[in-house]
């Protein structure tokens, strides 16, 4: 499984910190030095997410005084469908890949496409590194061949156009509550809620097709669902 590239993680986390109001319009970020060491990574990482906030419109960057916030509700960001943040705001979403087998679609799991079988994803999601959620997603089985999880990104959406050649342009999210899955107890072993947040999700394509089933489980002390 592959991550962002490190410039792309600082920009997306701070998108996703103004768009939450962790950072609020017209603020000034730290001094570019102090905030990359803070951050740390390279001073030339640290501009180069600067300037892809710039280029979004997120940030204006002014010579002799520093960088400001700029909050840009039309931005398209990579995560702008991914709707957990922590309870407190924000949060870089990162995911470790547990398991992606083909399977032939269970009773309980909608029929995504014309083939009768899917390839299911199971990740354990964080938010700057904190755990905070179970998720077990179906892709028809007509999308692909094979999925050799070494090629699949942190960001499955992306994974898709990059590789797959579709793009999911529009998601209906229905949330809930239920009992954390079984598989992802050991991940969550120190709680012991009785409910989890619970989002069903059916994601379409350009072609307005559904592409994707998934439920997710989440923390509900941790995080939080969100949408803007």
Known sequence: MTALPRHLQISEM????????????????PPERDFAKELGVSVGTLRKALQDLAVK?????????????RNNP??????????LELASGGGLPTAELIAVDRLMLSPDIPRIDEAPYAFRFRRIRSLDGI??????????????QQVNASEVSDSLYQFYANRLGFRITRVEDRVT????????????????????????????DE????????????????????AR
């Open 14 to 29: 701070l998108v996703r910190e103004i768009k939450a109001g962790v950072r609020l319009e017209g603020d000034r970020l």
């Open 57 to 69: 419109g997120m940030l204006e960057r002014v010579q002799g005084s520093g960088n400001y916030v």
């Open 74 to 83: 039309a931005v398209s960001n990579i995560y702008a469908l991914f709707r």
């Open 131 to 144: 755990q905070i959620a179970a998720e077990e997603i179906w892709l028809g089985g007509a999308r692909a």
């Open 177 to 204: 509550t239920a009992p954390l899955t079984g598989w992802a107890l050991p991940y969550f072993a120190d709680l012991s809620y009785p409910s989890w947040g619970y989002i069903e999700r059916f994601s379409r």
């Open 207 to 226: 072609n307005d097709t559904l592409a994707e089933f998934s439920r997710t489980w989440f923390d509900p002390q941790r995080a939080r669902f969100v």
